[in-house]
């Protein structure tokens, strides 16, 4: 991976968020103009932060690499020539994405968003990117067509964010046990994805484009419902990925 830190060695030097506030990632969320100018007190612990993920980058081994490789089989070649950004700017709760500019994806990752807490000694930033990653290697196979219709959208949220985070979410997926917390949480997550599917207010449709992956980690409804289907049915993935993303509501609901 090419490692891209202008940005994170702006704010680690003193320098002024104007010299980076303008940067085209902070437009490209698709929330308008996201730029939070980051508090100079948060230098120090971000620069050891920095020098932490730095090297593990560098050492990066996906979760779950035989099914990675056996779903993505161009992963590998793709990862040598991506550019992963290491920055601060972004409000809560954004703390790595995966951005588009001039046709290219770039993984960002806001170091203050991370928090401390990734400065522990048993934290590592493989899962995170393995996960946006995985987007990566889908967008590549299933680019996200412009305009598509509310149904069609929720579905492709679902499948993206569903595989990006259940070949993620265990160390080892084959050894993986679905347990009655997972069970509680697919089914309140598929009650609100069959209540969003049905919805045919365009505000109210607009509020669940918006928290189908936004928000509380398991309130994103179609994250959630997306990712608990397919680690239920961790046997079929191959057979799953390779049917894509249109109707996959259907499917989960």
């Known amino acids: ?40 007190s948060n230098r120090e612990w971000v620069f050891e932060l920095y020098k932490r993920l730095k090297l593990q980058i560098n050492d990066y081994i996906p979760r779950n690499a035989k099914l990675v ?101 265990p160390e080892d997926i084959n050894n993986f046990t679905f347990n009655p917390f997972l069970e509680e949480k697919y089914i309140i997550s598929k009650e609100k994805m069959k209540e969003a599917i049905q919805e045919i207010d365009p505000e109210k449709q607009a509020e669940y484009r918006f928290s189908a992956d936004t928000g509380d980690y398991w309130d994103k409804f179609a994250s959630i419902c997306g990712k608990l289907y397919l680690l239920k049915h961790i046997s079929d993935l191959e057979n799953i990925y390779t049917q894509g ?9």
């Open 69 to 169: 490789s056996k779903l993505f089989p161009d992963f590998d070649s793709l990862v040598k020539s991506y550019t992963i950004m290491l920055v601060v700017g972004f409000p809560d709760p954004y703390d790595a994405m995966v951005l588009e500019h001039d046709g290219k994806e770039y993984m960002v990752f806001d170091l203050i968003q991370f928090g401390k807490d990734a400065l522990s000694q048993e934290y590592s930033c493989h899962k995170v990117l393995t996960h946006e990653l995985l987007h990566m290697c889908l967008h590549n196979k299933y680019p996200k067509l412009d305009n598509l219709s509310y149904k069609d959208e929720l579905s492709y949220t679902a499948f993206d964010e569903g595989f990006a985070h259940a070949v993620s979410y």
């Open 1 to 40: 991976m090419i490692i891209d830190d202008s940005i994170i060695l702006k704010y680690i030097n003193g320098e002024s968020p104007e010299t980076y506030c303008n940067s085209w990632i902070y437009s490209a969320i698709g929330r308008g103009y996201t730029f939070d100018a980051p508090d100079s």
């Open 245 to 253: 993303w249109h109707d996959f509501y259907r499917k989960i609901t």
